[in-house]
């Protein structure tokens, strides 16, 4: 018997108020016994400082793993490898490692003149390193910019020969989705762990757009079901069943583990943990 196994993603609070905010989801969260929690890095390499300083924070006062992520958008490889070097400092040695999102406003990514010019060259780096454990996105239906999803699954492949040791994917919204991706990854001689990511729908229009952005598709079923939902006043209790049934189909698949993106707020996440079986006091158990 396996346990399932969980880990939760949060971002970066821009004021006092959102850090009380990060703290109370913290807080729910963490009786559920998460493997690790992560704090995101903002487009464009804008919360640099302050993901550095809620990592370092939640590492002191949560008792969790806490992974950061880093990005090299927007900076040197020096100033990059001396932000990576802050956390180890720190005594965090778990780094989700991403090229980035662009700014605000510019289309592309555009490297920094003296920086690293992909999230290959930033891995490998940081493997170079030797003080992290290195995981890195993967993207279920491709990368927004990837020519095919074959030459997105290569990409991947590259990253973990580089030495990352995990992979967290994009959001999704069917099972099927993600088993075919996983099958694709084991045929193109990925052998570590690839974790599904899980996004609670806390808000359906929200939700649309930022699939639309992240390459996401949305099925029609979905669609409908949240329109009849919205009329019905039962948006919460529809999230909960979706993403509980989500999770149940790849627990069902041999999936054991799953990296859900809180958004940071925990009272959706915590419901579908707790009808996946996990609580503070007992974890699901799978088959092995």
């Known amino acids: 018997m396996t346990p399932l196994e969980i880990s939760f993603e949060f971002f970066p609070p821009k004021n006092l108020e959102a850090s009380f905010r990060l703290w109370d989801t913290v807080q729910v969260l963490a009786p559920l016994e998460p493997r690790f929690i992560s704090v995101t890095y903002g487009a464009g390499g804008t919360t640099r400082d302050l993901t550095r300083d809620a990592v370092s924070a939640l ?24 932000v990576a070097q802050s956390f180890a400092a720190a005594g965090i040695s778990d780094i989700v490692a991403l090229r980035g ?17 992909s999230s290959l060259e930033l891995i490998s780096a940081l493997a170079q390193s030797g003080d992290f454990t290195l995981r890195v996105a993967a ?3 491709g990368h927004p910019e ?38 694709a990854c084991d045929k193109a ?24 952005a992240c390459n996401a598709k949305v099925p029609n079923w979905l669609t409908d079901a949240f329109s009849k939902a919205e009329r019905d006043d039962r948006e919460d209790l529809l999230a909960t069943a979706v993403c509980t049934e989500l999770c149940s189909q790849l627990i069902d698949e041999g999936v054991d583990a799953l990296h859900f993106y809180t958004l940071n707020r925990p009272d959706l996440t915590r419901d579908i943990c707790h009808a996946l079986g996990i609580t503070a006091a007992v974890k699901l158990e799978k088959i092995a």
């Open 139 to 141: 993207y279920p239906e």
């Open 189 to 212: 001689g990925i052998k570590v762990p690839i974790t599904p990511g899980i996004l609670p729908i806390e808000n359906w229009q929200g939700t649309r757009r930022f699939a639309k």
């Open 59 to 82: 590492h002191k006062s949560s008792g969790l793993r806490v992974a950061a992520h880093l990005t090299c958008v927007n900076s040197s490889r020096k100033e990059t490898l001396a």
């Open 146 to 183: 990837a020519e095919s999803t074959s030459t997105d699954i290569d990409f991947l492949k590259r990253k973990i020969d580089a030495g990352a040791s995990e992979a967290l994917t994009q959001f999704f919204f069917e099972a099927e989705t993600f088993l075919r991706f996983r099958d």
């Open 101 to 117: 999102d662009p700014p605000k406003g510019e289309g592309s990514f555009t490297p920094h003149p003296e920086g690293f010019q």
